[in-house]
T-cell receptor
Framework: DVKVTQSSRYLVKRTGEKVFLECVQD?????MFWYRQDPGLGLRLIYF???????EKGDIPEGYSVSREKKERFSLILESASTNQTSMYLC???????????????FGSGTQLSVL | AQKVTQAQTEISVVEKEDVTLDCVYE???????LFWYKQPPSGELVFLIR??????QNEISGRYSWNFQKSTSSFNFTITASQVVDSAVYFC???????????FGAGTRLFVKA
């Protein structure tokens, strides 16, 4: 069964802490994504990566950075967590466009982050 | 710019009722892809359907059906004879290239009561 795994389901951090959210996929996908989900706003793209060591800003990258040292792993970093970063964070992956006709996003179960 | 609007924030129905979830999209691309995803209480979004802009045929899969109309930029989702297990948040989404950068609507939370 193919999987996108996020390391934590729930996380509580203090304002100013450095926070790492980890995501691993076992589908050999080229593309990986970090979204945040907030009520009434749906999913908003933070960062994405189309290859190892490559990254692109999404729609709301401020306050975040990412790391992709290996194809299967994509990390989201909050350099100095703030209360407005309290949210559900969803990781997703997909194959490279054009490789398959059934391209879609595969999601992890999410990490609910609370910043106090 | 691309945009997806799901005007219905929450819908509540009684089991066995039919329910339609609306989705309106905006894009200047001539080639694009539309999706529906389901998010059950467990949190993981699950893919339901993908449609490309050249295929306006409606699709039926069991109790689920989708109506794609380019003339009104809509991609509506109907659940026939709803069941309690259909309770979830449903997201409509739009992508320029199918598996890459995807824009999501705000989601519609569906409650199906027994």
């Amino acid at each position: 069964d193919v999987k996108v795994t996020q390391s934590s389901r729930y996380l509580v951090k203090r304002t100013g802490e450095k926070v790492f959210l980890e995501c691993v996929q076992d589908m050999d996908h080229e593309n990986m994504f970090w979204y945040r989900q907030d009520p009434g706003l749906g999913l908003r793209l933070i960062y994405f990566s189309y290859d190892v060591k490559m990254k692109e800003k999404g729609d709301i990258p401020e306050g975040y950075s990412v790391s992709r040292e290996k194809k299967e792993r994509f990390s989201l970093i909050l350099e100095s967590a703030s209360t407005n970063q309290t949210s559900m964070y969803l990781c997703a992956s997909s194959s490279r466009p054009g490789q398959r006709s059934d391209e879609k996003l595969f999601f992890g179960s999410g990490t609910q982050l609370s910043v106090l | 710019a691309q945009k997806v609007t799901q005007a219905q924030t929450e819908i509540s129905v009684v089991e066995k009722e039919d329910v339609t979830l609306d989705c309106v999209y905006e894009t200047r691309d001539t080639t694009y892809y539309l999706f529906w995803y389901k998010q059950p209480p467990s949190g993981e979004l699950v893919f339901l359907i993908r449609r490309n802009s050249f295929d306006e045929q409606n699709e039926i899969s069991g109790r689920y059906s989708w109506n794609f109309q380019k003339s009104t930029s809509s991609f509506n989702f109907t659940i026939t004879a709803s069941q309690v297990v259909d309770s979830a948040v449903y997201f409509c989404a739009l992508s320029r290239d199918g598996g890459f950068k995807t824009i999501f609507g705000a989601g519609t939370r569906l409650f199906v009561k027994a």
